[in-house]
Structure formats: structure tokens, C-alpha cells
Nanobody, 125 residues
Framework: QVQLMESGGGSVQAGGSLRLSCVHSGFSPSSFCMGWFRQAPGKEREGVAS???????SYLDPLKGRFTISRDDPKKTLYLEIYDLKPEDTAMYYC???????????????????WGQGTQVTVSS
């Protein structure tokens, strides 16, 4: 079965950077859309970045330039690099994969079938 496990979150000062990782198994990324979502307290889960089966990336427009999504297929790992972290980036970050979901960063969370457990990112001012 499809499994995903995030890591790399933590507490960071504003302006810092983090690299989140998502180790996955049970599927081929050449057949699945993969993405990163985040959910802040009291807010809906939102897509922030995605990468399709051909390696093409998509980002939530306000985050473009600070977020980079990438894949390392031999390591079966999805990455999200976040630069110039801001307090409003504080959220639980999830990786997700789906065979049929639209592979754009703005895709709603319910269209993705497979999820990791999340990794917390906390940014202090």
C-alpha cells in the first residue's frame, strides 16, 4: 500500500530555512501526483506545492520564490525547501500522493487519497 512519512520540521527563527522530507513507498512517482499541503490552527488544509509525473512543479502563487519542491526517485523521497520563513508559515506540513488528483498546488486536500502523518513547522519572530 501507499505510505508516506514526513520529517524535517522544527522551530526556526523568521528568515531561516528548512528542508522537509517525505519518504514514500508503494507506488511510482512517475504515475502519481505528489504534493505538499499545510494546515495552520483553525484554518483549512491548503496545497502549497506539487510535482507531477514528468517532474513539472506548481506552487501556490504567494509562496512562489520561497518554496521549492523536488523529488529524488532513487531515494524515494519528496522534498520541500522553504526559504525566508515567516511566522505565517507556521503549520503542520503534510505530503500527499494521488494517481488522479489535479497536480497543481491549489488542488484541494480532499482530492488526494494518500497522506503522511505531518511534520510541524513553527516560525518565531
Amino acid at each position: 500500500q501507499v505510505q508516506l512519512m514526513e520529517s524535517g520540521g522544527g522551530s526556526v527563527q523568521a528568515g531561516g530555512s528548512l528542508r522537509l522530507s517525505c519518504v514514500h513507498s508503494g507506488f511510482s512517482p512517475s504515475s502519481f501526483c505528489m504534493g505538499w499541503f499545510r494546515q495552520a490552527p483553525g484554518k483549512e488544509r491548503e496545497g502549497v506545492a506539487s510535482i507531477d509525473r514528468e517532474g513539472r512543479t506548481s506552487y501556490l502563487d504567494p509562496l512562489k520564490g520561497r518554496f521549492t519542491i523536488s523529488r529524488d526517485d532513487p531515494k524515494k523521497t519528496l522534498y520541500l525547501e522553504i526559504y525566508d520563513l515567516k511566522p505565517e508559515d507556521t503549520a503542520m506540513y503534510y505530503c500527499a500522493a494521488d494517481q488522479h488528483a489535479p497536480c497543481v498546488a491549489v488542488a484541494v486536500a480532499w482530492t488526494f487519497e494518500n497522506w503522511g502523518q505531518g511534520t510541524q513547522v513553527t516560525v518565531s519572530s
